[in-house]
């Protein structure tokens, strides 16, 4: 008899690429947000990480969050997409990105269920 060691199939990493105008969320990164009604966008000022928050229609209805921090998300087959300039020019001059100098940021980022949150590391950019 074979001994065969399986080799276990490998979940892909969930990615965020930064662009002048919007947030485009990887294929493993935009399914965490398929019935999601809204996001909430911040920036974790110690880790200076974003954090995106999926919020449900019952969330944005109790009235506790603040309307005009909520933003649209689009999700399509192979991507998500939160667009804004105004959110876009928030996070670059809070992280430090130029888009003049240069097109795209592109991050790892993980998902914590418990919290509903895409946590984005931004220490460190994927080549």
Known sequence: MMKIDWIPRREHDASVTLYENNITLSKVAANYFTDAYKVLVGIDKEKNRIVIKKVSREE?????????????ISIKLSYG????KLLMNEISEKL???FDKKKSYKYNAKWY???????????????
């Open 60 to 72: 944005t209805l109790r009235g506790d969050i603040n309307k005009s921090t909520l933003h649209n």
């Open 81 to 84: 997409r939160i667009t804004g």
């Open 96 to 98: 430090n990105l130029d």
């Open 113 to 127: 269920n418990a919290d509903k949150m895409l946590i984005v590391e931004t220490e460190e950019e994927v080549k």
